[in-house]
């Protein structure tokens, strides 16, 4: 290769750098995620908008869903990758300055296997509309979401929480609203 080449091919390879997906961390205790592709600065206003609003409906275990955007800021007009992460542990907290609640560890595993569950239907139903497919990943397992569903390493992923709460996703649902009065002061 010529070097005089080289400052021509700089912007192309800092381009090929910008558009490559955000890692996903090997959290254990947090459901990550990414679009697979770039998607539309519309769309990922839409997804913003629509987490925003999903956490006022139904109020979060630990932290509410909030996407992050790589490639630009959401609203900037540009495709980008979307991705973010939903805490599923919340272990204990401080619901008065100085005074610490632990949370029963099985009850804890109930309402971390309700809010991946939730994740991954907000993320089957962002495929849907969207056109994207999406990475998920807690601690090692790692799957993906489509349109069509989650693939068989996500069930996986989705199955080992089940096992953990010993609970199926209907009852995992049905523990959720006493789960949240039982604990409504970590607000």
Known sequence: MDPSSLPRLLP??????????????????????????????TAARQMAAAADGDARRRAPWREPNHLHAAGGPIGDGRDKYV???????????EPEPGKFREVDPQDD????YADALFTVQQL?????????DWD??????????RASGADSA????????SRKSGLSAEEAEMHRPRLDEKYRDRR
């Not at 192309?12 to 600065?41: Q, T």
């Not at 595993?109 to 971390?112: E, G, L, N, P, V």
């Not at 089957?124 to 994207?132: E, L």
């Not at 996500?154 to 929480?161: E, F, H, K, N, P």
Request: glycine share 6%.
């Open 154 to 161: 996500a069930r996986s992923l989705l199955s080992d929480l």
């Open 12 to 41: 192309l390879v800092a381009m090929l750098a910008c558009s490559r997906p955000p890692a996903l961390n090997g959290d254990a205790r947090a459901l990550v995620y990414r679009s697979r592709s770039k998607v539309p600065d």
């Open 136 to 145: 998920v990943q807690l601690g090692r397992a790692r799957g993906r979401v």
């Open 124 to 132: 089957q139903r962002w495929a849907q509309r969207h056109d994207i």
């Open 109 to 112: 595993a109930a309402m971390a």
């Open 83 to 93: 991705f973010g992460e939903t805490q599923l542990y919340l272990g204990e907290y």
